[in-house]
């Protein structure tokens, strides 16, 4: 199974940005979960994610900003985001809970990332 964002680039300030994440390979079941986000220097934080109950939830820096929504069709996810600043800068990761076959466990998949750079 492999996660394929794509969308990144150098966007300026007060900008918007448009991630997609397409899931490709062999699966029963695919649940495309959220997206997270890595700084320089900084842990891994959430960005959005869709929950069990498929409501999105946000993290506190991006809430009122961003909208996550997924394709179920085109196992796809996607991420938009606006009023972009320099603390936006980051790898961004999406990441699949995937039960490759029947009679084994769920796990989570992530994508190799795509960077975004905020700057004039």
């Known amino acids: 199974v492999q996660l394929q964002a794509s969308g990144g680039g150098v966007v300026q300030p007060g900008g918007s940005l448009r991630l997609s994440c397409a899931a490709s390979?062999?699966?029963?079941?695919?649940?495309?979960k959220g997206w997270y986000r890595q700084a320089p220097g900084k842990e891994r934080e959430l960005v959005a994610e869709?929950?069990?109950?498929?409501?999105?939830n946000y993290g506190v820096a991006v809430m009122g900003r961003s909208t996550i929504s997924r394709d179920s069709a085109k196992n796809s996810l996607y991420l938009h985001m606006n009023s972009l600043s320099a603390e936006d800068t980051a790898v961004y990761f999406c990441?699949?809970?995937?039960?490759?076959?029947?009679?084994?466990?769920?796990?989570?998949?992530w994508g190799k990332g795509t960077l975004v750079t905020v700057s004039s």
């Open positions: 390979g062999r699966f029963v079941r695919l649940n495309m």
């Open positions: 869709i929950t069990s109950g498929g409501s999105p």
């Open positions: 990441k699949a809970e995937v039960r490759t076959h029947w009679g084994r466990d769920v796990a989570d998949y």
